[in-house]
């Protein structure tokens, strides 16, 4: 299979501007174009009668399976525990018979997901999966296989892949959400609706990359980063710090806005950038006191909202202008400034994005 790099400087950046075509294109595979209803393969269990759903994963994929968490919980009512892949198989989890378990991967081979998954195979657990390459082990032993339609990735940091493991993992959330009897025919088709709107904000967001780079040239001068964000938005502050330690080599975390006070605050000086997810949801307002807590502390705040820069109570370093989206999808949309970053950061700094030191796209050692 030959893929090259079309007008893009390297395979990321040409997978990041694919996302757009790509979430269309694994929403069109699991919406029913006339009528916006959900329409997934058979499933080898009832949604309305397991008592929970286990997820694992590693790396970017683990953090898809954190953002399904909370559409699980708020749309379906569904309990769901999340774990990194190497984890589960050591902590003596309690895995119930005929539970159902799901692994989320983009190769499909990754050893830790793959030993995971034989583990809970193992202890009487159904096997569900989301993989981008169908013709992988993972999927291959899976009950049932829900593909990614991202194409081939090459780029080792996940981008594309990401998005689309999040939008079928919201597609089984709603799907769940039915089963259960949690949602109806009109809450879904809302939600579907939202769902076909991420095309779009993604294609406005990738039309103009100045601010990145502008942030860019910020941000490649410091030695650490911290990502804050709130509840579905949580998980994608530590994607963004992953996604910028793995091409950048910046130091980078992620944490939930409201633990900030509880031990990272410490860190805060005028040396160091913070970067708040915080679209204008119930939230915000929470987000927002916590920026000024950086802010009183001399700390740099780059806000990524739909917000206004007067919302925000303290002054800004930088705002990166999101459109204003349901905040149910807000993680696939917010998903393109964090990639956005720290790809513009690292390109200034000269790193080698495609193929970063030490990492491998599939890992298949554990
Ligand atoms: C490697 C890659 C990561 C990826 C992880 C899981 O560490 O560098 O980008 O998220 O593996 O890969 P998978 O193929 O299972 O999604």
């Given at each position: 299979l030959l893929v090259d790099k079309g007008n893009h400087r390297h395979f990321m950046a040409k997978e990041i501007h694919e996302q757009p075509e790509v979430v269309g294109h694994t929403l069109a595979s699991l919406v029913?174009?006339?009528?916006d209803e959900i329409e997934l393969p058979?499933?080898?269990?009832?949604f309305a009668e397991i008592p929970r759903l286990t997820i694992s994963a590693c790396g970017t994929a683990y953090y898809a399976g954190l953002v399904a968490k909370y559409w699980f919980e708020r749309w379906a009512r569904l309990p769901v525990e999340v774990d990194i892949a190497s984890e589960l198989r050591y902590r003596d989890a309690v895995l119930d018979e005929g539970g159902v378990s799901l692994f989320i991967s983009?190769?499909?081979?990754?050893a830790d997901t793959l030993a995971t998954l034989r583990h809970c195979r193992e202890h009487g657990q159904k096997i569900i999966s989301v993989v981008?390459?169908?013709?992988s082990s993972i999927a291959r032993e899976s009950d049932l296989v829900l593909p990614t339609?991202?194409?081939?990735?090459?780029?080792?940091?996940?981008?594309k892949a990401f998005t689309a493991q999040l939008t079928v993992l919201a597609c089984l959330a709603i799907a769940a959400g039915k089963a259960r009897g949690v949602i109806d025919e009109a809450r879904e088709k809302e939600l579907v609706g939202a769902l076909n709107e991420v095309p779009r904000h993604m294609a406005t967001l990738l039309r103009d990359e100045v601010p990145y780079e502008e942030i860019g040239h910020a941000l490649s001068k410091a030695d650490d980063v911290l990502y804050l964000g709130r509840g579905q938005n949580f998980p994608l502050a530590m994607e963004g710090a992953l996604k910028l330690k793995e091409i950048s080599y910046i130091h980078a975390e992620g944490y939930a806005a409201g633990e900030?006070?509880?031990?990272?605050?410490?860190?805060?000086?005028?040396k160091m950038p913070v970067i708040v997810i915080a679209?204008?949801?119930?939230?915000f307002d929470k987000t927002v006191s916590n920026m000024q807590e950086v802010a009183a502390r001399g700390g740099q705040i780059i806000l990524i909202s739909?917000?206004?820069?007067?919302?925000?109570g303290c002054a800004l370093d930088g705002l990166l202008h999101v459109p204003p989206v349901d905040p149910f999808v807000a993680p696939l949309v917010y998903a393109i400034p964090i990639q956005l970053i720290a790809y513009h950061t690292a390109t200034l700094m000269g790193t080698d994005v495609d193929q970063p030191r030490n990492l491998a796209k599939s890992v298949t050692v554990e």
């Open positions: 029913r174009f006339d009528t058979e499933l080898p269990f009832d983009q190769s499909g081979e990754t981008n390459v169908t013709e339609l991202a194409g081939p990735e090459i780029g080792v940091a996940s981008t900030l006070k509880h031990g990272p605050i410490a860190l805060i000086d005028e679209p204008r949801d119930g939230l739909d917000a206004e820069s007067g919302e925000a």
